[in-house]
């Protein structure tokens, strides 16, 4: 079975300064990696994806997402921060020939960017 | 292209009632996925329909039920309701290979008093 650790529950940052909120997964096989994030009162919003190929993957909104196979991680980051990005965000996984759509969600990350 | 739909939005309701959600995919997507997310416990996996038949399922008791419709619009059903099953609940629609991403709606709020 699958699973993934987000193993903080806030993330504090200065508005400008670059942010990391970090994930790590467990998987059978190779992994598609999802990053998600959650404004208040509203559903799931993509952020970016990794399937295969080159480990640093860009997405919306400025963030990008680096995935190391020897660590089992995919850490979301950005290089300046917006007060706008505070959020609850998720990491999510599935197996790659999994034949389903399940994803196995972390346990959210809240960003909280201060001006 | 619109987006998932989820109707209604808000639902209150007493325990013991049952209930009715319904989530509209993208146009032209087969699979819907419905989650359930609370503070305690996260995004949990309900279950998962594609062309009608229910292709996968999480670890939730048989009072929640669903189905999905030639049109791919999809209802997700709970009965006897209890509070722990105060929650927001999302519904994914997912297009197909190579990149199976999956378009989370709104969510429907449920609270059980």
């Known amino acids: 079975a699958q699973s993934v650790a987000q193993p903080e529950d806030q993330v504090n940052v200065a508005e400008g300064n670059p942010l990391t909120v970090k994930c790590t997964y467990s998987v059978s096989g190779n992994p598609y990696l999802f990053w998600y994030v959650q404004y208040p009162n509203r559903g799931l919003q993509f952020l970016l994806k990794?399937?295969?190929?080159?480990?640093l993957v860009k997405g919306s909104y400025g963030f990008e997402a680096e995935f190391n196979k020897s660590q089992t991680s995919f850490h979301l980051k950005k290089p300046s921060a917006l007060v706008s990005d505070s959020a609850l965000y998720f990491c999510a996984v599935r197996p790659l020939n999994s034949g389903y759509s399940t994803l196995t969600f972390g346990k959210g990350t809240m960003l909280l960017v201060s001006p | 292209k619109a987006g998932v739909t989820q109707t209604p939005r808000y639902l209150i309701k007493t325990r013991g009632q049952q209930v009715t959600l319904s989530c509209s995919p993208i146009s032209g997507h087969r699979s819907v996925s419905w989650y359930q997310q609370t503070p305690g416990q996260g995004l949990q996996f309900l279950f998962e329909?594609?062309?009608?038949?229910?292709?996968n399922k999480g670890n939730f008791p048989g009072r929640f039920s669903g189905r999905q419709f030639s049109n791919s619009r999809s209802e997700m059903n709970v009965s006897t309701l209890e509070l722990g099953d105060s929650a927001l609940y999302l519904c994914?629609?997912?297009?197909?290979?190579?990149?199976?991403?999956?378009?989370f709606g709104p969510g429907t709020r449920l609270t059980v008093t």
């Open positions: 990794y399937i295969t190929g080159d480990n």
């Open positions: 994914a629609s997912m297009g197909g290979a190579p990149t199976y991403e999956q378009y």
């Open positions: 329909y594609f062309s009608e038949t229910q292709r």
